[in-house]
């Protein structure tokens, strides 16, 4: 592993702990050129996959990219980082277990919104707007009128509801 302070190709490792649920391993470096001080982690990745975007063009999947987007959705919501972190292991997992090395971005734009609707009515809206491209007001009116009818109310996050 690369120093990322100094380039120094001999880093050593100082702490190993599993992390996420042990989907991850958390690893304390330190170079012994510079001697600063670093964190990795390392994920079990079982297959190269690939998204099909909406035009066509073929991207690697980018896991980070997920975790962002469900991020912003949850943004100032009462889910706490811990949920987020499996909500999104949860959804990597699912992608990788689909079998198919290729996906498209509906398909993981689908997941993502129906694991939002299980944990906050929010941050579903949130990002069904964005994933949706809503342009007029009427978008949320149907999305929020769709939820209302189907629940008879509002999903409360797991937090409000203990």
């Known amino acids: 592993m690369h120093c990322p302070f100094c380039g120094n190709q001999e880093t050593q490792v100082k702490d190993s702990r599993q992390c996420e649920d042990g989907a991850a391993i958390r690893r304390r470096r330190y170079c012994s050129q510079c001697g600063q001080r670093f964190t990795t982690i390392e994920r079990i990745q079982l297959r190269e996959l690939s998204v099909i975007k909406t035009d066509g063009r073929r991207l690697p999947f980018d896991r980070d990219k997920l975790?962002?987007?469900?991020?912003?959705?949850?943004?100032?919501?009462?889910?706490?980082?811990?949920?987020?972190?499996?909500?999104?292991?949860?959804?990597?997992?699912?992608?990788?277990?689909?079998?198919?090395?290729?996906?498209?971005?509906?398909?993981?734009?689908?997941l993502a919104m129906d694991a939002l609707r299980q944990v906050d009515s929010v941050a579903y809206v949130r990002f069904a707007s964005v994933y949706e491209d809503f342009r007029e007001i009427e978008a949320f009116s149907k999305i929020l009128s769709d939820m209302t009818s189907a629940t008879g109310n509002f999903k409360k996050t797991s937090q409000e509801s203990s």
């Not at 987020?84 to 990788?96: A, G, M």
Request: hydrophobic share 35%; charged share 35%.
């Open 67 to 110: 975790a962002r987007s469900i991020r912003i959705a949850l943004r100032k919501r009462p889910v706490d980082e811990v949920r987020q972190e499996r909500l999104v292991n949860e959804l990597v997992k699912t992608i990788e277990s689909y079998g198919e090395q290729e996906i498209s971005s509906q398909f993981i734009g689908k």
